[in-house]
Structures are given as C-alpha cells and as structure tokens.
C-alpha cells in the first residue's frame, strides 16, 4: 500500500509542469489539453473545428460555443454582443453583432497565435512589435478605435493594459472588425 501512495506520489509531482498544470481551452477539453486559438486575418478566429468568423450567424455561434464547453452567455449590458467564458475563465472572447451576425470579434483571454507569434497569453507588446518587424508586419497608431495599434495586414487592433488605464506592456485585447480601416 506504501509503495502505490509513493507511485501516485511520484506521478502528481511530475505532472506539476506538464500541460495538465496550465488552464484549459473549451476548444479542446475533450482531450485535456491546452489549445491556442489561431488568428485568420480578416475572416476570424479558429481552434481545432471550433470557428468564430465574421458575418456568422449569432444563434449558429452560441450553439457551436456551448458545445465546446463555453458558459451559455448571459444577458449582457449591451444586446447586441455575447461574452464566451470558459468556466475557469482561461478563455474570454466578446463577440458583437449586425443584424444578428458577427461583426467585432474581441479576444479578451486565452491563447491565440498568428504562424507562431503569441498575441494574447505569455507576451508582451514589445515582443509582438519585434515578431511583426520580422514578417514585415506594420503597426500604427489606432484609425479606427481610442485605444492600442492597428495592424493593417492582419486588419487588427492590439491594445496593452497600459494603453486602457492599466498597468504594463502585456496584452488587454486583440480585436477583429468587419468595418476594420
């Protein structure tokens, strides 16, 4: 019996560092671990077969997102957008609609990459100004909202915490527009 507990012991503090230890997307908790959302510029956001795309029908979103383990969204203050919230809150997305179909994708939470880059979880702004420099990606100061850099070719915005009031150079939002400039 000593020597089981030692075994199970021995295991948990190797699973310590391991993906297990680190919150989980609703995109992929079938499988019990860590997914990264993927930005496609200019249509939307992808993780594994779960899509939030602009111009998607609200109803088709929420169905797809509950299925994916997302929390139903609530009544919100505005009507005309729904918040996605995995229920130990690693992932947050605000989406906004038109005429009942997605037009402002806001990725609050989580992990969400562009070819590799890390644009959400476990980056700075500075990080992501260097990783774009090396694509020959531009950044500009906003067009088209009050706060952060528009990226013209992914047809994004990035905002840091210090940008909205905060504190530091990590990221507070990146955001997709249909009306994007």
Same mark, same amino acid.
């Given at each position: 019996?000593?020597? /089981?507990? *030692? +075994?199970? !012991?021995?295991?948990?503090? %190797?699973?310590?560092?391991?993906?297990?230890?680190?919150?989980? #997307?609703?995109?992929?908790?079938?499988?019990?671990?860590?997914?990264?959302?993927?930005?496609?510029?200019?249509?939307?956001?992808?993780?594994?077969?779960?899509?939030?795309?602009?111009?998607?029908?609200?109803?088709? /979103?929420? *169905? +797809?997102? !509950?299925?994916?383990?997302? %929390?139903?969204?609530?009544?919100?203050?505005?009507?005309?957008? #729904?918040?996605?919230?995995?229920?130990?809150?690693?992932?947050?997305?605000?989406?906004?609609?038109?005429?009942?179909?997605?037009?402002?994708?806001?990725?609050?939470?989580?992990?969400?990459?562009?070819?590799?880059?890390?644009?959400?979880?476990?980056?700075?702004?500075?990080?992501?100004?260097?990783?774009?420099?090396?694509?020959?990606?531009?950044?500009?100061?906003?067009?088209?909202?009050?706060?952060?850099?528009?990226?013209?070719?992914?047809?994004?915005?990035?905002?840091?915490?210090?940008?909205?009031?905060?504190?530091?150079?990590?990221?507070?939002?990146?955001?997709?527009?249909?009306?994007?400039?």
């Amino acid at each position: 019996m000593i020597r /089981l507990l *030692k +075994a199970f !012991v021995c295991w948990v503090a %190797l699973l310590g560092g391991s993906v297990m230890s680190q919150p989980l #997307d609703a995109c992929n908790r079938k499988t019990m671990t860590q997914s990264s959302w993927q930005l496609v510029p200019r249509q939307g956001i992808t993780c594994r077969d779960l899509q939030v795309s602009l111009g998607q029908e609200r109803e088709a /979103l929420r *169905k +797809a997102m !509950v299925a994916a383990a997302f %929390l139903p969204p609530k009544h919100g203050r505005y009507p005309d957008e #729904d918040d996605f919230l995995t229920a130990d809150k690693s992932t947050f997305i605000r989406v906004r609609y038109e005429s009942g179909k997605v037009s402002d994708i806001e990725f609050l939470a989580g992990d969400l990459k562009y070819q590799g880059i890390d644009l959400h979880r476990n980056t700075t702004f500075a990080k992501i100004k260097r990783q774009f420099k090396a694509k020959r990606l531009t950044l500009r100061d906003t067009q088209w909202l009050g706060d952060g850099q528009d990226c013209p070719e992914l047809a994004i915005n990035i905002a840091t915490r210090d940008d909205v009031g905060g504190d530091g150079d990590g990221i507070e939002w990146v955001i997709l527009s249909s009306s994007f400039n």
